[in-house]
């Protein structure tokens, strides 16, 4: 079992839906990082949370420490938006990674 | 904020042939540095952990004399696939420890190898 479960694997939206990427987790963290993948491979870190929620943009993230888990929420969703999002979560110097969220939106 | 480059962004190289990639810390240093690798449709995979001016640390079936890891300065960490094999085709990314507490972790942007 993955340390690290995202949901749902892969996404398709219509341009402007709201979409929620849900990230649950089994292990203690120091931090959980939101991470986006372009189809390129590039990685961006677009959030680094330890609790609450965050909020960047369009981009929404929350995190509940007793539950384990934490979502990515984008408002208004763009056809740029489309690429891969990783849920990490960070356990001293450890990382550990889910295997990602592949979200495409469609015009 | 912290910024790790990182170079060749791709690169394709002939089996037998040695490929150096850079992780390279602009505005901090890094005294961390992670290495990872990433197969298709999977998760990131920790290689190696290295420490300015010490051996770096691999995991548990990853070939240290296969991947070369070298963090001589506090700003450069490089991985040099040895011998490279068309299985070694994948994406590197870098991480590095850029201070304590939440926001101390950045990522370089990736380097995808293709070994033909």
């Known amino acids: 079992k993955n340390e690290v479960e995202q949901s749902p694997q892969n996404l398709t939206a219509q341009e402007g839906e709201f979409i929620t990427i849900n990230c649950s987790y089994s292990?203690?963290?120091?931090?959980l990082h939101w991470l986006q993948q372009h189809p390129g491979g590039g990685i961006v870190s677009l959030f680094m949370?330890?609790?609450g929620k965050k909020k960047h943009g369009r981009l929404i993230a929350t995190i509940n420490i007793q539950e384990k888990h934490s979502s990515l929420h984008i408002t208004a969703s763009h056809p740029r938006d489309s690429a891969v999002y990783i849920c990490?979560?960070?356990?001293?110097?450890?990382?550990?990674f889910g295997t990602g969220t592949s979200l495409t939106v469609i015009p | 904020g912290a910024v790790v480059s990182q170079h060749p962004s791709r690169v394709i190289c002939k089996s037998g042939t040695s490929v150096k990639i850079e992780c390279r810390s602009l505005?901090?240093?890094?005294?961390?540095m992670f290495w990872y690798r990433q197969f298709p449709k999977q998760s990131l995979m920790l290689m190696a952990t290295?420490?300015?001016?010490?051996?770096?640390?691999?995991e548990q079936g990853v070939e240290k004399d296969k991947f070369l890891i070298n963090h001589a300065s506090l700003t450069l960490s490089t991985l040099t696939v040895t011998s490279a094999h068309p299985e070694d085709s994948s994406f590197y990314i870098c991480?590095?420890?850029?201070?304590?507490?939440?926001?101390?972790?950045?990522f370089g942007s990736g380097t995808r190898l293709t070994v033909v």
């Open positions: 292990v203690g963290i120091s931090a």
């Open positions: 290295s420490n300015e001016g010490s051996k770096a640390t691999y």
């Open positions: 949370l330890s609790s």
């Open positions: 990490a979560v960070r356990r001293s110097n450890q990382f550990y």
């Open positions: 505005d901090f240093q890094a005294t961390t």
């Open positions: 991480s590095a420890r850029t201070g304590t507490g939440i926001d101390g972790y950045t």
